[in-house]
């Protein structure tokens, strides 16, 4: 069985159907032959998390055994003596990979509140996305937070009806080039437009308040509304305008740099995320940490003190706190994806 003395390089995990279509992104970015089902738009990368209402769905499994008993198993070596004694043997982390090939829906995600007073869950879901390409070269649009504040009888009004043109053009819409970055706080509404590849770093749940089913063949209202009543479901959306200088500060661009933090400040409660730029005259070192790690451009080595993995641009690799040190070198960029600083 595999251990925590190892880095581990991760196969697509694909989790199908999902509500929307989308994926031809990721077998571009992964250098996967052939095509794969329409309906799978995303990739769980180091996953413990299941989708909403599935046992086993989303699951990352390591030589056929779910990573999330491995780590239950081993969860010292897997995340650390730190991160152990303030999370539990919870990884805190879900990362995506993330294409879409129509529009996805407007919908909100709960925050951690709210989904363990209404749904029993154990946490909500804030999320952060990185665009790593964009199939139109003028770009791709997002939509995030109400323009103005929005009254809850009109929020209830718009999802009865189910006419999308009125509740799109109530968001605020914004322009995504790769390189870009996006903090969404858990709560916040937001749509994505088509042909955008990111990677997601979120709060591990699979939790969604659609505010626009009806448009979308396999949603239903109850799935919609995650099975409560409409107006407890709504109320996890939130309607306060969402400002210029909101949306400023969760904007924000990859660094051209060796090595920089990603996202706002705020993000670092729920995860963080390190962009990684390393050439033949500058390797870097990273201190052992439990982390997911996506080469996005380039080729190179990582090296660890008992194996060392060759990666080039769409590579993924699971690394446990007990493999270690990390070297990085060659001509290679990547994003590293780490849980919430345990020290707070």
């Known amino acids: 069985m595999t251990g925590s003395t190892r880095p581990i390089r991760l196969q697509a995990n694909r989790p199908t159907p999902r509500p929307y279509r989308g994926g031809a992104g990721i077998?571009?970015?992964?250098?996967?032959?052939?095509?794969?089902?329409?309906?799978?738009?995303?990739?769980?990368?180091?996953s413990t998390v299941t989708t909403f209402g599935s046992n086993d769905d989303g699951l990352t499994r390591?030589?056929?055994?779910?990573?999330?008993?491995?780590?239950?198993?081993?969860?010292?070596?897997?995340?650390?003596?730190?991160h152990v004694e303030r999370f539990g043997a919870d990884t805190r982390l879900l990362c995506k990979l993330l294409h879409t090939g129509e529009r996805l829906f407007v919908h909100a995600h709960p925050d951690s509140d709210f989904a363990r007073r209404e749904l029993g869950a154990d946490t909500g879901k804030t999320e952060a996305w990185i665009v790593l390409a964009v199939d139109e070269p003028e770009g791709g649009r997002a939509w995030l937070g109400f323009a103005d504040?929005?009254?809850?009888?009109?929020?209830?009004?718009?999802?009865?009806?189910?006419?999308?043109?009125?509740?799109?053009?109530?968001?605020?819409?914004?322009e995504l080039h790769p390189g870009d970055t996006l903090f969404v706080p858990a709560g916040v509404p937001h749509a994505i437009g088509s042909g955008i590849l990111l990677l997601e770093l979120q709060q591990p749940a699979d939790l969604s308040v659609i505010l626009e089913y009806a448009p979308f063949e396999r949603l239903t209202r109850e799935a919609a509304l995650l099975g409560l009543d409409a107006r407890t479901a709504l109320s996890s959306v939130a309607r306060t305008r969402f400002t210029p200088a909101d949306i400023a500060e969760a904007l924000g661009r990859l660094p051209a740099g060796p090595y920089a933090a990603l996202f706002p400040d705020a993000a670092r409660a729920f995860f963080r995320a390190e962009a990684i730029a390393v050439t033949p005259e500058s390797p870097i070192e990273l201190p052992a940490q439990y982390a997911v790690l996506v080469a996005t451009d380039g080729q190179g080595t990582l090296r660890t003190r008992g194996e060392t993995i060759t990666?080039?641009?769409g590579d993924v690799v699971l690394i446990p706190h007990g493999a270690g040190p990390v070297g990085l070198a060659g001509e290679l960029r990547a994003i590293r994806c780490l849980p919430p600083d345990p020290r707070g």
Do not use: C, H
């Open 149 to 174: 504040d929005v009254d809850a009888d009109r929020l209830e009004s718009w999802f009865e009806k189910q006419e999308p043109d009125e509740l799109v053009a109530a968001l605020n819409e914004i």
């Open 62 to 82: 390591i030589d056929g055994v779910p990573l999330r008993d491995l780590i239950a198993a081993d969860p010292l070596g897997f995340l650390g003596a730190e």
């Open 311 to 313: 990666l080039t641009a």
């Open 27 to 46: 077998e571009r970015f992964r250098a996967v032959i052939g095509a794969a089902d329409p309906w799978a738009p995303e990739d769980f990368l180091g």
